[in-house]
């Protein structure tokens, strides 16, 4: 006999409960957390590397690497400075979920630190979908990316505690144009943390960092 | 159904082996690639080394919710699913449906019907309160150009309801 059930689930639910899970450990052991997302190319293992230097003596830092095969960016994370680095290689998929992260942090001790930094794979669409656990969602873009950004990912942009506008060095040679894209970003996310900076020269990393001290001391 | 199964029925759809050619890197130091495959929650074991989507895990997370609910009501079989997704969802119908093809079959849904509903974006400026679609290219209102909005429809993501005998 034909009958329909009503479900109304949340897809993503298992995911979530997980989350909230890996949530509650990295709270338990004091310790901030970020998950760092962004297309292939924009900056996210150059700027753990630009950051971890200016936390040393600060604040404890593990980071957590999740890429497509290799351990290129934990090894590059591990040389700038952090204290414990651990490796997902993802056997393909093309974000991190909650329960790779737990396997994770599995393999940390959790109270050996102060901040937790997740660099997820790079890829603009689908690490938004998955939440991990982490108390704030960082994005960074980049210059070359170009401007409309924001237009074209809009949930990516909406979902996100601050954003890393990285590579402002190039922007005397791309046609990026700034007013344009927070334009976007206002509408989406009026109030996400924004830090315009460059990996490559420095400018603007101050400000980022001292977000990140000051979210790990409160 | 193991993952050398699922190869072999991955090959039989045109296209599949070009999609999945020329990512997989020998050369890897995995120090946890054993946790991602083997310890997931959504129940499938078709995780590979393929370059894959997260329509996959999507999809597997789909039939799981569905399975639990038709065993809940004793059904013999699931005839249709109705899935609501929103425009600002960022998933892609086409790939649920490629991927529901290969690990439903063997379940008691292997043959349902995937509906999809779709729920167009809508904003509502926080300023003259007009809602709005956003156009290519320009998310600002339309009517005063005011760039705060709240997104009320097109985030969502869910099963609705399924249809079962």
């Known amino acids: 006999m034909p009958q329909n059930i009503p479900v109304v689930e949340n897809i993503l639910n298992a995911n979530d409960r997980l989350a909230e899970e890996n949530r509650a450990r990295i709270e338990a052991a004091g310790v901030f957390s970020i998950n760092v997302i962004a297309s292939p190319g924009a900056g996210k293992t150059s700027l753990i590397e630009q950051t971890l230097p200016r936390l040393k003596g600060k604040l404890r830092v593990a980071t957590v690497d999740g890429d497509i095969a290799t351990s290129l960016d934990s090894d590059r994370a591990a040389a700038a400075g952090a204290e414990a680095s651990v490796q997902i290689n993802t056997g393909g998929d093309c974000h991190l979920d909650a329960v790779m992260l737990r396997g994770a942090l599995e393999q940390l001790d959790l109270d050996q630190f102060d901040l937790l930094i997740v660099e997820n794979v790079g890829n603009l669409v689908c690490p938004a979908n998955f939440k991990l656990g982490t108390h704030k969602t960082v994005l960074v873009a980049s210059v070359p990316e170009g401007d409309d950004k924001p237009y074209k990912y809009p949930g990516t942009y909406r979902g996100v505690d601050a954003l890393v506008i990285n590579k402002i060095d190039l922007l005397p040679y791309v046609p990026f144009k700034m007013d344009y894209f927070q334009r976007g970003v206002q509408v989406l996310n009026p109030n996400v943390a924004a830090f315009p900076l460059s990996c490559t020269t420095g400018e603007g990393l101050d400000a980022w960092v001292n977000w990140l001290i000051e979210n790990a001391k409160r | 159904m193991g993952v050398d199964n699922f190869m072999g029925l991955a090959a039989e759809v045109a296209g599949f082996s070009e999609f999945s050619a020329g990512f997989v890197t020998k050369d890897v130091k995995p120090i946890l690639l054993s946790l991602s495959i083997q310890d997931k929650t959504f129940g499938c ?121």
């Open chain 2, 45 to 165: 074991d078709v995780y590979s080394e393929q370059q894959s989507m997260h329509e996959l895990a999507i999809t597997q997370s789909i039939l799981k919710i569905a399975l639990q609910h038709a065993e809940k009501a004793n059904a013999k079989r699931v005839t249709d699913l109705n899935i609501v997704m929103g425009e600002l969802s960022s998933m892609v119908d086409d790939s649920i449906q490629f991927y529901w093809e290969i690990i439903a079959r063997d379940t008691i849904a292997g043959n349902a019907v995937l509906h999809f509903r779709r729920v167009p974006a809508q904003f509502q400026c926080t300023s003259c309160s007009e809602r709005y679609h956003p156009i290519d290219g320009e998310l600002a209102c339309p009517r005063c150009s005011n760039v705060g909005a709240k997104i009320i429809a097109g985030e969502e993501f869910l099963l609705e309801s399924i249809d079962v005998e």
